[in-house]
């Protein structure tokens, strides 16, 4: 009933012994899921296995959507979709992924929704994992830059969440940047 009491006291009991051996299953299936680009699957996963409060920290990853505004009239368009606050979101999953009181496996899952390569780091273990967060990492960067071109709605909550610093130095170079930092990368299991 209380999703974030280990959090407030991290020297405390902790999860009870049947919950802390389905905590760590789940933050496995769960990033498996993310990783493989199925975050409605993995908030799914959420919502049956009785972590409704999980689920809702998930979908602030999706995007901000007004389909339809360049093919179709306004009786067609359907409804907006996804997280309009999503900086807020960021910011609240940054702070999670650098929280060395939660479970690495919960860190990276939630520095892998808003690709903090960084933080994500430690749970890559192959080549093809560093590329998939790499490719993210670079795709992020550019969206945020593209919304600052944009203006308007995330001028203002620039202004009153503070700027990203996180991508504001990102390169919008291409593969073979990528490649390069892949390259760089002092893990066995990569090279």
Known sequence: MDPDFT????????????DLTYESPLLETLWDLVRHG??????????????????????????WNMPGLTTETLEEMGGLEGNRK??????????????????????HLYAALISDLPHLHPALETWEDLLWANVQ?????????????LGGFWQEEDRLLGEDA?????SMGGMDDIFAAIGAVQKTEVQ
């Not at 199925?38 to 049956?48: M, R």
């Not at 807020?88 to 860190?107: F, G, H, V």
């Not at 996180?166 to 990102?170: H, K, N, P, T, W």
């Open 137 to 149: 990492y670079k795709m992020e960067a550019r969206l945020e830059r593209r919304w600052k071109e």
């Open 38 to 63: 199925e975050l409605d699957k993995a908030i799914e996963v959420c919502e049956q296995g009785g972590e409704p409060w999980r689920a809702a920290t998930l979908m602030g990853g999706r995007r």
């Open 166 to 170: 996180e991508f504001a130095g990102v």
């Open 86 to 107: 999503r900086a807020l979101w960021k910011k609240s999953c940054r702070a999670m992924a650098k929280n060395p009181t939660l479970p690495a496996a919960e860190r």
């Open 7 to 18: 959090l407030r006291d991290p020297h405390g009991t902790g999860l009870a012994g049947e």
